[in-house]
C-alpha cells in the first residue's frame, strides 16, 4: 500500500526566514497532494494543495512543488511569521483504492 | 456556515462500554473519513465512505465499526472500548477524496479507563 514519509519531525526558524517541508511517497498513480496545518489544540486545515498535472504552485507566502518522477513534494512558507507556528501534515491520495494516507506531520518553531 | 459537527467533543468511558462518536456534515460532500491522532504517529484512516452504504476500512480499522444511512452521516461505533483506543478522534469529508481537501470536525476526545 501507499507510504508516506515526511521530514523534518521538527523544524525551528527564525521569524523571518524560509521553511521547507518534504513528503516523499510510494504509488507512482497518486494524484493529489494537500497539505494541512492544524495548530495548538484545533483541528486540521487544508492551507494549500496540488495535482498530479501540476509542477507548482503557489498561495501568497506558501507553495508547493511536486516531483512526480522523484516521488516526492514539498511545502515552502516564505518570510515566516509567529502565526506559521504550527503542525504541518502532508497527505496522499491512493493511487489504487480512496484511501488518503497522512505523513506524520513536522512541528514548526517560529523563534523571535 | 458549512461545517463538520462532531460529538461529544470529550469523552471518558469505562472498558467494554458500547459508544458511539455522531459526525454530521452539511455540505452534500460524498466522501467522509474517520481519522484517529495520536502522538508521533500522526493521523491514521480508520474507516472512510465514498457515498451512502459504501464503506471501506482504512488502515487502522480493528475495534470500529461505521454506518453510512445517510449523505450527512457517518457515526463511529465502539461495540467493546479497550485502552487502546484513547486517542484523539477526527471525521472529515470531502467532495471526492483524491481531488479535493478534506474539512475537517472539530475532534472528539476519548479516554478509555
Known amino acids: 500500500g501507499e507510504n508516506v514519509e515526511q521530514h523534518p519531525s521538527t523544524l525551528s526558524v527564525q521569524e523571518g526566514d524560509s521553511a521547507v517541508i518534504k513528503c516523499t511517497y510510494s504509488d507512482s498513480a497518486s494524484n493529489y497532494f494537500p497539505w494541512y496545518k492544524q495548530e495548538l489544540g484545533k483541528r486540521p486545515q487544508l492551507i494549500i494543495d496540488?495535482?498530479?498535472?501540476?509542477g507548482e504552485k503557489k498561495d501568497q507566502r506558501i507553495a508547493v512543488t511536486l516531483n512526480k518522477t522523484a516521488k516526492h513534494f514539498s511545502l515552502h512558507i516564505t518570510e515566516t511569521q509567529p502565526e506559521d507556528s504550527a503542525v504541518y501534515f502532508c497527505?496522499?491520495?491512493?493511487?489504487?483504492?480512496?484511501?488518503?494516507?497522512f505523513g506524520k506531520g513536522t512541528r514548526l518553531h517560529i523563534l523571535p | 456556515e458549512a461545517q463538520v459537527t462532531q460529538n461529544p467533543r470529550y469523552l471518558i468511558t469505562v472498558t467494554g462500554k458500547k459508544l458511539t462518536v455522531t459526525c454530521s456534515q452539511n455540505m452534500n460532500h460524498e466522501y467522509m473519513s474517520w481519522y484517529r491522532q495520536d502522538p508521533g504517529l500522526g493521523l491514521r484512516q480508520i474507516y472512510y465512505s465514498m457515498n451512502v452504504e459504501v464503506t471501506d476500512k482504512g488502515d487502522v480499522p480493528e475495534g470500529y465499526k461505521v454506518s453510512r444511512k445517510e449523505k450527512r452521516n457517518f457515526p463511529l461505533i465502539l461495540e467493546s472500548p479497550s485502552p487502546n483506543q484513547t486517542s484523539l478522534y477526527f471525521c472529515?469529508?470531502?467532495?471526492?477524496?483524491?481531488?479535493?481537501?478534506?474539512?475537517f470536525g472539530s475532534g472528539t476526545r476519548l479516554t478509555v479507563v
Open positions: 496540488i495535482r498530479s498535472n501540476v
Open positions: 472529515a469529508s470531502s467532495w471526492k477524496a483524491r481531488d479535493y481537501g478534506y474539512t
Open positions: 497527505a496522499v491520495s491512493s493511487g489504487g483504492n480512496d484511501k488518503i494516507i
